[in-house]
């Protein structure tokens, strides 16, 4: 399983950007989806992610009201628009899911699959 992003880039702050995130591989479910960032020098944080079967979200405080995390359905890109973009969100943002995987009947896994990141940089 294999999760690809794609979208960033750079742009003025006050700008917005969309990230897409693209799962592919074979007898799989998502459990839980979601961003996470990592800027220069900086420990990975979460951004927003869904969680509870995607009946629920999480935002970190720092981009509540400007960020929106969104996924029609399992089967769909799980996208995220960023607006009113900030300096400080410069990063390189990774998309993340957590992901059941079905083997030879009736054993499955459980699987942390990681994107490969794609930078966002936000100049002032």
């Not at 839980?32 to 405080?61: C, H």
């Amino acid at each position: 399983v294999q999760l690809v992003e794609s979208g960033g880039g750079l742009v003025q702050a006050g700008g917005s950007l969309r990230l897409s995130c693209a799962a592919s591989g074979s007898s799989f479910s998502i459990k839980t989806m979601g961003w996470y960032r990592q800027a220069p020098g900086k420990q990975r944080e979460l951004v927003a992610v869904f969680t509870s079967g995607g009946s629920r979200i999480n935002y970190a405080d720092s981009v509540k009201g400007r960020f929106t995390i969104a996924r029609d359905n399992t089967k769909n890109p799980m996208y995220l628009q960023m607006n009113s973009l900030k300096p400080e969100d410069t990063a390189v943002y990774y998309c993340n899911a957590e992901i059941r995987q079905d083997l030879y009947p009736p054993n499955y896994r459980y699987l942390e699959v990681w994107g490969q990141g794609t930078l966002v940089t936000v100049s002032s």
